[in-house]
Structure formats: C-alpha cells, structure tokens
C-alpha cells in the first residue's frame, strides 16, 4: 500500500523558492511513476511535473519548465519539488500521486497525497 505524505508549503514572496517533499509511508512507491499536480482555488487540478520510477524520465508543464524540478530519492522514499523564482500564478495546493503509468494525466495516478498549500505573494 502506498501512503503518501506531502511537506514543505508555506507563503513565500514572489522570485522566492521553497521545495516540496512527499513520503511514502507505505515503503513501496519505488516501482510506481510520481507526478506532482498542483490546483488553484476554482480551477482544476493540473499536471506539473512527474519523475519515472527509474528516476531517469522526467517531464514538466510548460509553465513552470525552468523553474521547477523533480527528482527522486530511492534510500528516503520520497520525491521532491525544488521550486525556483516562484510566481503569484503558482499559488495552488499541491499534490502528489504514484502511479504505474506514466503520464500527465491525473486519473491513471493510483494514490494521493492530502496536497500542501503554496502561496506566492506579489
């Protein structure tokens, strides 16, 4: 069973950085994809960037390509989001997920998160 435990939101100032951690409890999320996705209050949850099991896939939305990156710790159990020169537009909840598939799409990610609240301020 994968449980999957997200970390490190908080408030920061725009051109800020803060970096998201998600663990898996469960110890056994090593063999799935993880991905993380990221909604806004009234808008849909949106792909952001997801790493392959193997750690050598990776793969980011336009809108955060550059500024964001994804990897994978196999000894921890836990996969992270470095995020770089933060914008007010990436204000969101974020969320990981494990899946065996590997894609942007949310519904072939298998497990959640309960999300971490970012907020960039202006």
């Known amino acids: 069973q994968v449980r999957l435990v997200e970390s490190g939101g908080g408030l920061v100032q725009a051109g800020g950085s803060l970096r998201l951690s998600c663990a898996d409890s469960g110890r056994t999320f090593n063999n799935y994809h993880m991905g993380w996705f990221r909604q806004a209050p009234g808008k849909e949850r949106e792909f952001v960037a997801f790493?392959?099991?193997?750690?050598?896939?990776?793969r980011y939305a336009d809108s955060v390509k550059g500024r964001f990156t994804i990897s994978r710790v196999y000894a921890k159990n836990a996969v992270y989001l470095q995020m770089n020169s933060l914008k007010p537009e990436d204000t969101a909840v974020y969320y990981c997920?494990?899946?065996?598939?590997?894609?942007?799409?949310?519904?072939?990610?298998?497990?959640w998160g309960q999300g971490t609240q970012v907020t960039v301020s202006s």
């Open positions: 997920g494990a899946s065996r598939v590997i894609d942007t799409v949310e519904s072939v990610y298998e497990f």
């Open positions: 790493v392959s099991w193997s750690g050598t896939i990776t």
